[in-house]
C-alpha cells in the first residue's frame, strides 16, 4: 500500500512538471523593457518602464523646466492634465537650503502639519510625502546642494482613476534615482 502511495505521489510531481513546462513554453514571461533617463544637464538619472511609459522634457523653460513621464495608453488626444503623469521639477536652490526647509517654506505650498518621512535616495536625504500607503511626492537636493529635484505625481484630472500604474511607475523612479558624482 505503502509502494503504491508513493507512486502516485511521484505520478502527480511528474504531471505538475509537465503542465508547468508546457505553460512556460506556451505562455513566456516577458521582460519588462526598463530604460535610463539621462538629465545630464541636471546630474541624475532614472530607470522607467519604456512598455508603458513616454519621457520628455521642457527645460528651456526659465524656470528650470521640467521633465515629464505619462502613461501611454492615457496620451492619446488628452492633456497632460486629463491623464495625469510623473512630474520632475529640477530648480537652483541655494547650498544651505534642506530639502525639508523648502518643504516647510511658503514656496512649497504644503503644510508640513499633514506629515512627512525623511527617507534616503540616491545616497542622499530625502523628504517623501505620502497620500495613503503611496509616495506622491519626493523632495531631494543633488549631492553639489545646486539643484533641488520635486518629483510629484500629478493626478488626472478624473477622480474615479485608478492612480496604481502612476504610483508603481513612482517607486520604480524613486527606487532607481541616481547622481552623477
Request: aromatic letters at 10%; zero cysteines; charged letters at 15%.
Amino acid at each position: 500500500m505503502k509502494k503504491r502511495h508513493s507512486f502516485l505521489i511521484f505520478l502527480i510531481l511528474i504531471m505538475v512538471a509537465f503542465i508547468s513546462i508546457f505553460l512556460i513554453l506556451h505562455h513566456p514571461i516577458k521582460a519588462e523593457n526598463i530604460q535610463t533617463y539621462n538629465a545630464t544637464e541636471f546630474g541624475f538619472s532614472f530607470k522607467y518602464s519604456a512598455d508603458n511609459f513616454l519621457v520628455g522634457n521642457d527645460t528651456n523653460n526659465t524656470d528650470g523646466g521640467w521633465i515629464y513621464v505619462l502613461p501611454i495608453a492615457s496620451t492619446k488626444n488628452q492633456a497632460i492634465e486629463e491623464a495625469g503623469a510623473i512630474v520632475i521639477s529640477p530648480r537652483k536652490i541655494s547650498p544651505s537650503e534642506t530639502p525639508l526647509d523648502w518643504l516647510k517654506s511658503s514656496n512649497s505650498g504644503y503644510d508640513v502639519s499633514q506629515g512627512y518621512e525623511t527617507i534616503q535616495v540616491g545616497g542622499q536625504q530625502a523628504i517623501s510625502v505620502k497620500y495613503g500607503k503611496y509616495v506622491d511626492w519626493l523632495i531631494v537636493n543633488t549631492p553639489d546642494n545646486k539643484e533641488r529635484l520635486s518629483i510629484a505625481i500629478l493626478p488626472p484630472s478624473a477622480t474615479s482613476t485608478d492612480l496604481t500604474v502612476l504610483h508603481n511607475e513612482m517607486a520604480t523612479i524613486v527606487s532607481s534615482l541616481s547622481f552623477e558624482h
